[in-house]
């Protein structure tokens, strides 16, 4: 890989997509042993600088980089000094001070992983900024797909949700497309921006006409706020037409997977039975989540500087 | 322009004899393992294997390591250290386990190798057959098997290259410029 | 004092001259212009003009002697949309700082607008600025808010400020959001005879928007900025316009449906005038692509369509002025967050530069540049004959008795723009490193001359 950081799928070629997935599948071996960690990241440092609550990304980057024999802090907002006021670049700059290597990010604005990318020495990991990119849950989603059907190129592909406001449906329209698969939303027409018409995708406002014959489901978590700014009027109404039912999902192929990123709404976007049946590959996609980040850690650090 | 140094009989004479080495040295091959390290010894693992198996008339495992995550020269490498597969299909506690590369020189990957083995169990031994040792060593690493000494210089390079890879078999000797 | 400007080209539209020449000054008043008339021309190529006669005789020598020879010599720049931050922000720009980056990028008069701390809604600050501009070094003349604290609530009182100084009155930084207070303003103003200068932007519109919305702003995850958001206001404006008869001024345009509803409004009578900023006709939305803050203003930069329309309107004179909205932002503010850092532009000191690429792509002539940046500034804040109290003389014009403000300027010469270097307080420009024609050379202004080298 050419660049020191990973900032969104947008910044990478399919080149660098392909190396980080073929990576992840030897870490995803070592984590199927018994000794789950390697030495190669040894001596290094990873901290967590998250300015948006969340416990599953940042304990997936933890354990990943962990697994890696790197240590790691972690910096939430609320008990750092930023609170304090202490501006973005100090704050940066001070834990580039305490000897980071790698700074995995996430913050409500978009473009501040590009700003630090630009003002550290460390390597800037896109953990998500505002409603650009998660590189790396399009990473592992990537993975999850080429482990279950054996490839991407071709497939059709449906994300289903508020797409407008998701840094994931983002980058996994970004890298879906590039791999070359065919990509569809599904979504009220509030939640699904005009302009995405113009990069190539198809756009459905319903179910039962995007699902048709797809090969993979990908689910987004509905977002109550929402509700509260003229979006949407209820969560009964989008559940009832945009919610995933056993109906809907049998008009996709038989062998169709479900994805979804987490957390969940049971019941909401997606019934419980399609959750916790066999088409469903949720969990798996955690599991990838660590390989996959392992293998971005991993090939970031031989960048050269 | 590359110099010879072995050709294809060579190479089969110096793996007949090493796999005589190796039943010699362990008394057969009860609880012996082959292990080739990527890349270069994984298919050398498999063609002193089957040598051993026309001599003893026997099966013994083989298996593939790749030692990228266990490197100490990740910030230095010219290139990214691309992963490639390990495959062992055994459980490698109590075994003696045969390492086998084709090109042994500073001893790091050796050192490597030895560290992902034992993340995947605890050997009763290790032994190390090697086709070339090219001398250089950084690290107290020696060998239990040549196949044949060429001193060499720092400013050059040896390579081993084998069919299974498209080419003739054959070890080179090259300036590096 | 006396000083003469000789062999120049001098450009004054207000009179219709166009020509080489000489320009007298004295005691900080024109007092005489004279172009080489065409006979003379071809008679003597290399030799100097005949001074005209009232030159001759008896009049003492010049103290200083201004060789302007294969240069421009026009009326000082006027810009009629500046922020200068004082009082109350100085940390990003005073008066001082200000005007000498005004005179260095060829502005002799600048109008400064009322969002400081506190706001200029009230006499004690227009004539706190008032004041503090003795110090500056060109002319500064405040626009007094339109209402108070730029609440949109309650009118100020414009009679009063307008007698501490006030040229004109603007809540510019917001729009006055609710209609009836637009109407009152415009209905109002005409007492006074003072233009209402109308930032356009529908906040419930753009809310929360940081650059122009499309397909960039969804593919780098900003919120976007409509066009129709400053088109609704501009087009509500004009017909208020309409209604009041009051005098408006439409600031900062930046999309092509904007100039076609000015183009329109002015076919039909409307008392509507218009003015643009060098960025909207010389950059894209494409400059944010890295989220670099130093290209976030508002109105945000938007498409080459709007860039087509708005040279467009330059051309046939539907904008009548360029002005610059600088907005200068101290460093720190603009090395954040692009949701958090503030909008703006620091432009004084390339203003001129880039207009001048217009005069190079045949956009419009340099005579028409003049106009929209010295000439109709003047005409539309009733510059060209001021009443006798007010503090300055005639501007944008080398009428015998206007005051002497100058800009000399070498069309030739290529420079790099350096923000690192600006005598403005701020740095935040996305032109930094253009090559760009057409800087000053000289700078006169309140009987000062400045050179640049």
């Known amino acids: 890989m050419l660049q020191k950081d990973l900032l969104g799928i947008k910044e990478i070629s399919v080149e660098d997509i392909t190396l980080i997935l073929e990576t992840a599948a030897g870490f995803k071996d070592v984590l199927g042993r018994d000794i789950k960690k390697v030495p190669t990241l040894r001596g290094k440092t990873a901290v967590n600088l998250f300015f948006e609550p969340s416990t599953r990304t940042r304990t997936s980057f933890e354990l990943a980089a962990i697994r890696l024999s790197t240590d790691v802090i972690n910096f939430s907002v609320p008990t750092s000094s930023v609170v304090k006021g202490e501006s973005l670049i100090d704050t940066a700059l001070t834990v580039q001070a305490l000897g980071a290597d790698f700074i995995i990010l ?191 850690m991993y090939l970031l650090a031989g960048v050269k500087r | 322009m590359p110099k010879e140094l072995l050709n294809k009989k060579d190479i089969d004479r110096a793996l007949t004899r090493m796999a005589h080495e190796i039943i010699e040295k362990n008394k057969g091959i009860e609880r012996v393992c082959l292990v080739g390290i990527q890349r270069g010894g994984v298919h050398l693992a498999k063609r002193l294997a089957s040598n051993i198996r026309g001599i003893e008339k026997r099966e013994m495992p083989v298996g593939s390591l790749d030692i990228a995550f266990y490197r100490d020269d990740l910030s230095i490498r010219k290139e990214q250290a691309l992963v490639r597969k390990t495959d062992v299909p055994f459980e490698v506690t109590d075994l003696k386990i045969i390492l086998v590369d084709d090109v042994l020189f500073t001893g790091r990957s050796i050192r490597a190798a030895m560290d992902a083995l034992m993340d995947l169990g605890r050997p009763a031994t290790i032994q190390l057959a090697v086709l070339i040792d090219r001398g250089h060593r950084e690290l107290p690493i020696k060998a239990d098997f040549v196949g044949k000494n060429i001193p060499t210089s720092m400013s050059e390079n040896v390579e081993v290259q084998l069919e299974e890879d498209g080419l003739e078999d054959r070890v080179i000797l090259e300036k590096i410029v | 004092m006396h000083i003469l400007i000789e062999k120049g080209h001098i450009i004054d539209p207000s009179q219709g001259i166009d020509g080489i020449g000489n320009i007298l000054i004295e005691d900080g008043k024109i007092k005489e212009v004279y172009i080489q008339s065409k006979e003379q021309k071809a008679k003597s190529k290399s030799s100097p003009p005949q001074p005209s006669p009232s030159m001759e005789e008896g009049l003492p020598p010049a103290d200083r002697i201004i060789n302007a ?102 809540d510019d930084g917001l729009p006055v959001m609710n209609s009836l207070m637009m109407r009152r303003a415009l209905e109002y103003s005409k007492a006074f005879n003072l233009p209402i200068i109308s930032h356009c932007e529908d906040l419930t519109l753009s809310e929360d928007g940081v650059m122009s919305e499309g397909l960039l702003s969804m593919t780098l995850g900003l919120r976007g900025i409509p066009a129709e958001a400053e088109q609704i206001m501009v087009f509500r404006d004009i017909l208020l316009a309409e209604l009041t008869q009051g005098k408006l001024h439409i600031a900062h345009v930046s999309t092509k449906g904007s100039v076609k509803l000015i183009r329109d409004a002015k076919k039909r009578g409307v008392n509507v005038t218009a003015e643009t900023c060098p960025h909207y006709f010389s950059l894209t939305e494409d400059a944010v692509k890295n989220y670099d ?132 307080k701020g740095k935040n420009t996305p032109f930094d490193g253009w090559m760009l024609k057409g800087a000053p050379a000289i700078t006169i202004s309140k009987g000062r001359i400045y050179e640049w080298k």
């Open chain 1, 106 to 296: 996430r913050h409500p604005s978009a473009g501040v992983p590009h700003l630090l990318a630009r003002k550290l020495r460390a390597s800037v990991i896109n953990a998500g900024d505002g409603a650009n990119e998660h590189p790396t849950q399009a990473l592992l989603d990537a993975f999850t797909i080429q482990e279950k059907k054996g490839g991407i190129e071709g497939l059709d592909i449906a994300i289903v949700g508020d797409i407008m406001h998701s840094r994931v449906a983002k980058s996994n329209i970004y890298s879906l497309t590039k791999l070359g698969a065919k990509i569809r939303l599904i979504g009220p027409p509030t939640l699904i921006p005009e302009e995405m018409k113009e990069i190539g995708v198809g756009v459905f406002h319903t179910m039962e006409k995007g699902l048709k014959d797809v090969d993979v489901v990908m689910m987004l978590r509905i977002q109550m706020e929402r509700q509260g700014k003229g979006f949407f009027p209820s969560t009964e109404e989008y559940s009832k037409n945009w919610g995933l039912t056993p109906e809907r999902l049998s008009l996709a192929k038989d062998d169709a997977i479900v994805m979804h990123p987490g957390p969940m709404n049971r019941g909401i976007e997606i019934a419980s039975e399609i959750a916790d049946g066999p088409q469903s590959v949720i969990l798996e996609q955690v599991t990838n989540g660590l390989a996959v980040r392992m293998a971005v």
């Open chain 3, 69 to 170: 020879k294969g240069m421009f010599v026009i009326p000082g720049l006027i810009d009629m949309h500046v922020h200068l931050r004082e009082p109350g922000f100085e940390y990003k720009e005073t008066i001082k700082t200000g005007t000498a980056a005004a005179i260095r990028g060829g502005f002799t008069t600048v109008c400064c607008m009322p969002n400081t701390f506190p706001v200029n809604d009230n006499a004690s600050v227009t004539e706190f600025i008032i004041r503090k501009s003795l110090e500056g070094l060109c002319t500064v003349l405040p626009i007094g808010a339109i209402t108070k604290g730029q609440k949109g609530e309650e009118l100020v009182e414009m009679g009063t400020m307008k007698d501490e100084g006030c040229i004109a009155f603007s």
């Open chain 3, 293 to 424: 803050t130093n290209a976030k203003v508002n109105p945000p930069l938007r498409t080459n369509k709007d860039i087509e329309a708005i040279k467009e309107g330059l051309k046939d004179g539907t904008i009548d002025v360029i002005a610059t909205d600088h907005a200068p932002h101290h460093r720190d503010e603009k090395l954040k967050e692009f949701d958090l850092a503030p909008s703006g532009i620091s432009g004084l000191e390339t203003a001129l530069g880039l207009s001048m690429r217009l005069v190079d792509e045949g956009v419009i002539t340099i005579n028409q540049l003049i106009e929209k940046m010295s000439v109709n500034p003047s005409r539309i804040l009733g510059l060209c004959s001021p009443p006798s109290f007010f503090i300055t003389g005639p501007k944008g014009t080398f009428a015998k008795g206007a005051d002497a403000d100058v800009a000399i300027i070498d069309t030739k010469k290529e420079f790099r723009v350096e923000a690192s270097k600006f005598f403005s």
